[in-house]
């Protein structure tokens, strides 16, 4: 009988699920609501009774499963498993593994979500199984995912990888929810790019597309401002290449300590492709060594939004297979 892997990638709105051959394929795949009350006591619970359920549903026997592996947001400590603060979730110092494999009555491997996320590009995506390895992801704020040699980079207290807050403004930053000033989340995450187009806006004397867009739907997206750019906007064009220069600059000085074969660049914002890549490689080059520039390359995320639960299979396979 072949094994299945369990890989789960939890979020504050929605938990996925999967059912995973060894060989990272997807073979089943769901997703439940994440119940943060009560400090998110249920969380466990409920992924170990939506697993039995999908496997009663499938007529599929418990001791097909050899593991599960979870990506969790916040910093993990990966010796014991456990949530440092997940301030979302209302958790700190909160025994994940232990309480899920007292659940699942299974073997259960923990780490960060973005660590996850990298996994999954490594093993099925972008990286195309690249031992040196950079994942950031560009959604409400930045991640990242450290891989060195095939190993997942933790640092001594679980919070190596924060990409988001490398300081690319040094002066007259705006502030992070880190509560430090010109992080790079403040200027390369969704939220960062509509602040940055705001300002421009407020400045700004002419006539831009973004006037309209934002009179229209009264608010502006990322994804408002790439495609404006796209369509010639100016004002876009100035704001997509102050974003890129700011990400440009956080990478070649991530490029410049660990000197990767790869850099990934996921999440919702990277949705916008080449429109942002390009630039980003061009103030990359700028920016970085030059031995690193011409040796690192810079690519969008494939696996969308199932790197997480691949990333999670990945861990199971990786401590109990090989």
């Keep these: 009988m072949e094994k299945w892997i369990i890989g789960v990638d939890l979020g ?37 009774k939506a697993i039995d359920a999908k496997l009663e549903e499938l007529g599929e026997p418990k001791n097909r499963i050899l593991g599960i592996g979870m990506g969790a947001p916040g910093p993990v400590n990966f010796i014991n498993g456990s949530i440092y603060e997940a301030v979302n979730l209302g958790w700190k110092d909160y025994p994940l593994k232990d309480l899920l494999e007292v659940e699942t009555s299974l073997p259960a491997f923990i780490d960060n979500d973005a660590n996850i996320a990298a996994l999954g590009e490594m093993w099925k995506g972008a990286g195309n199984g690249a031992k040196d390895l950079v994942c950031v992801t560009l959604g409400t704020g930045v991640g990242g995912g450290i891989i060195a040699n095939g190993e997942l980079v933790h640092g001594i207290s679980g919070a190596a990888g924060e990409i988001g807050h490398i300081t690319v403004v040094p002066e007259d930053g705006a502030r992070c929810n880190c509560g430090k000033e010109g992080c790079l989340e403040t200027v390369a995450s969704a939220t960062g790019i509509v602040r940055l187009a705001e300002e ?44 890129s220069r700011y990400l440009g600059l956080g990478l070649a000085n991530i490029a410049n300590a660990l000197n990767p074969e790869k850099i990934i660049i996921g999440g919702g914002v990277s949705k916008a492709g080449g429109k942002l890549l390009k630039p980003v490689q061009d103030w990359f080059r700028q920016y970085a060594f030059p031995r690193v520039g011409e040796s690192t390359e810079i690519d969008i995320a494939t696996l969308g939004n199932d790197a997480g639960v691949i990333g999670a299979a990945w861990l199971v396979k990786n401590y109990l297979v090989e």
């Design 12 to 48: 504050g709105t929605t938990t996925k699920i999967a059912f995973i051959s060894l060989y990272g394929e997807i073979l089943h795949k769901w997703e439940i609501p994440t119940d943060i009350s009560e400090k998110g006591k249920n969380i466990t619970v409920n992924i170990a």
């Design 200 to 243: 421009a806006l407020a400045d700004f004397k002419g006539i831009s597309m973004l006037h309209g867009v934002k009179n229209n739907n009264g608010k502006l997206s990322s994804k408002d401002i790439f495609d404006s750019a796209q369509q010639g906007d100016q004002l876009a064009v100035e704001i997509i290449q102050k974003v």
